[in-house]
């Protein structure tokens, strides 16, 4: 036997271009999961207390299956939809070829507790991602999970993880105690983009439909998330926020993405005859938009004409703005063979299945991978 023949056999390494990003992939963890992340007084008060809000998948109208794909809840003993990588793994990244995943863990950014224990809750939910995620397959990425309504603790959560590079984001709900542009959230937006990472304001938070009131329907609950995020979108420009951290990327999460040009004409067109009360703002408010505020597709809109949808997105100048979402597990997950119309050009359907996503989360182009 010849000395080449002893050798041992390795796996060979190949590198192969990335073709598919997915900016929003749900993962989900329960009480008993992250148990072992948290202090024994955690543990304790969650045992004997519970949350001070309910996780918002409980919240009614909410559909069956917590609005998760049936297939989704892996059956096994103490699993429940999202909480399993290798479900995961196999429905979504196997299945359609995804590069990269986005892991959005909204238990996090739902978590409206005391300090003490939103610290704990959001401290667990990042070691969660690190352990049972991030290590189990490397195109899984995750967002930093903070306790937004103490911002001076967010920034510590934000520090604690920012070595690591597989954290792609800092997440945050669509909603809070304060409009999202408040001064009071600044603190977490400047460590955010100190440390070069974008801010994902995802639809959610335990106060997202209280301007009209709470909705009947699950119908009404699921159409105005987009509604919500363009009032959270003009605090953040009107307030200033874009120019006083210039380095903030904001990408705005499962709240659709037509109604972009509009807004954009309507804050033009109020700020050319209110600037005086818009005295932080030093360029046009929709500059801010396109400059520094990136989109998810998931929910993206359906028109009887696709080519309305074209329209919408050049409008808006979302070319290089958006970011391919499934949404997975939810119901209404978007394949990557159907999502996008088929009128769509091939270079925009490059740019949002993978290239843009690349570019904002500075991602490598190609994708070591073992075969």
């Known amino acids: 036997m010849s000395g080449a023949e002893t050798q041992p056999q390795h796996a060979a390494a190949t590198a192969t271009a990335v073709k598919l990003v997915d900016c929003d992939v749900h993962a989900q963890p329960t009480e008993p999961m992250l ?21 918002v998948t409980d919240w009614y109208p909410r559909a069956r299956n917590a609005g998760m794909r049936v297939d989704a809840w892996p059956g096994k003993p103490g699993h429940i ?47 969660w991602q690190v352990d049972k995620w991030l290590d189990f397959d490397p195109r899984f990425r995750g967002s930093i999970a903070v306790p937004h309504e103490y911002p001076d603790l967010a920034v510590a959560e934000i520090e604690r993880h920012a070595a690591d590079s597989r954290f792609l984001a800092v997440l945050m709900p669509a909603s809070a105690i304060e409009m999202l542009g408040s001064l009071k959230y600044w603190p977490i937006y400047e460590a955010a983009a100190a440390h070069g990472r974008p801010v994902a304001f995802h639809t959610g938070g335990y106060m997202d439909h209280r301007g009209a009131g709470y909705p009947s329907f699950y119908l009404e609950y699921h159409v105005a998330n ?23 990327r904001v990408v705005l999460v499962e709240c659709g993405l037509a109604w972009a ?30 400059d520094q505020v990136w989109f998810t597709t998931q929910p993206i809109e359906e028109p009887q004409e696709p080519r309305h949808l074209l329209h919408a997105i050049a409008q808006a100048q979302l070319e290089d703005r958006l970011l391919f979402a499934t949404d997975y597990p939810h119901w209404d997950f978007d394949s990557p063979t159907q999502a996008l119309p088929r009128a769509m050009p091939a270079e925009l359907r490059r740019a949002i299945l993978a290239e843009n996503a690349l570019e904002l989360y500075g991602l490598p182009a190609e994708r070591t991978a073992t075969a």
């Open 226 to 248: 987009g509604i919500n995020m363009q009032a959270q979108l003009t605090s953040m420009v009107g307030g200033g926020m874009f120019d006083a951290i210039p380095g903030l």
């Open 81 to 127: 939809w999202g909480s399993d990588p290798e479900t995961t793994r196999a429905q979504l990244l196997d299945e359609f070829g995804v590069d990269y995943a986005m892991l959005e863990v909204l238990s996090g950014a739902d978590c409206y507790d005391d300090p003490d224990l939103a610290v704990d809750w959001n401290q667990a939910m990042n070691h």
């Open 35 to 55: 148990a072992e992340y948290m202090s024994a007084g955690a543990r304790r008060r969650l045992e004997r207390y519970g949350h001070r809000t309910p996780r």
């Open 261 to 290: 040009a509009a807004l954009r004409w309507s804050l033009d067109a109020a700020w050319e005859l209110m600037r005086e009360d818009l005295s932080r703002l030093k360029r046009r408010p929709s500059e801010y938009v396109r």
